[in-house]
């Protein structure tokens, strides 16, 4: 069992930074490939990055790779959000989310989830 609760989501301008940190329960952390989502209002749920157990893979979204950044430390049992040059379409509730499996990007292939955290990008 894992429980993810996210932090970092706030209010930001067009072409800022912020960074989302995803604190996991358990001993077991370095057990779980990571994941986050992303989900805008009236729009499905979608893929936006993955790291492999290690930290040594990574897998991102078209829509924010050369943007985003997703980095663990499992020493910590976090997992980051690294966003840079933000844009309005950036704008939704992201999550966090742990996997036995690395290099997933369905919402169905992974199995704990956090509660989220509202990333709001204005013009």
């Known amino acids: 069992q894992v429980q993810l609760v996210e932090s970092g989501g706030g209010l930001v301008q067009a072409g800022g930074s912020l960074r989302l940190s995803c604190a996991a329960s358990?001993?077991?952390?370095?057990?779980?490939?990571m994941g986050w989502f992303r989900q805008a209002p009236g729009k499905e749920r979608e893929f936006v990055a993955s790291?492999?157990?290690?930290?040594?893979?990574?897998y991102y979204a078209d829509s924010v790779k050369g943007r985003f950044t997703i980095s663990r430390d499992n020493a910590k049992n976090t997992v980051y959000l690294q966003m840079n040059s933000l844009k309005p379409e950036d704008t939704a509730v992201y999550y966090c989310?742990?996997?036995?499996?690395?290099?997933?990007?369905?919402?169905?292939?992974?199995?704990?989830w956090g509660q989220g955290t509202q990333v709001t990008v204005s013009k």
């Open positions: 358990g001993r077991t952390f370095s057990s779980y490939a």
């Open positions: 790291i492999s157990r290690s930290g040594s893979g990574t």
């Open positions: 989310t742990a996997s036995t499996r690395w290099g997933r990007v369905g919402p169905a292939d992974y199995s704990y």
